[in-house]
């Protein structure tokens, strides 16, 4: 089992900065890929960022060049450093964790998430 315990989301100004974490713990398998994914009211839950162990990384269009996710693969932890925030940034973002290979491969775990407000 995996738990992943997120903070960091709070209210903003736009064009202003936060950063997330999220510390996974728990039975930490070796190979895996954590991320960040947001909901809006009314809208589908959608991918922000990916990392995978090695450090490669994949964004989402709409916030690609603003935001940054990065990993602590000794802490278990990954970051989110969103800049240059705008009120469409505003919903809720949620911590994954997905093991890739072995029998649980392509298992997913989530945060509870945080909710990140962008408004003047």
Request: aromatic letters at 10%; proline letters at 2%.
């Amino acid at each position: 089992q995996v738990q992943l315990v997120e903070s960091g989301g709070g209210l903003v100004q736009p064009g202003g900065s936060l950063r997330l974490s999220c510390a996974a713990s728990g039975s930490i398998f070796r190979s895996n890929v954590m991320g960040w994914y947001r909901q809006a009211p009314g809208k589908e839950r959608e991918v922000v960022a990916i990392i995978a162990r090695d450090g490669s990384t994949n964004y989402a269009d709409s916030v690609k060049g603003r935001f940054t996710i990065s990993r602590d693969n000794a802490k278990s932890t990954v970051y989110l450093q969103m800049n240059s925030l705008k009120p469409e940034d505003t919903a809720d973002y949620y911590c994954n964790y997905e093991v890739v290979g072995g029998l649980l491969n392509g298992r997913k775990y989530w945060g509870k998430g945080t909710l990140v407000t962008v408004s003047s």
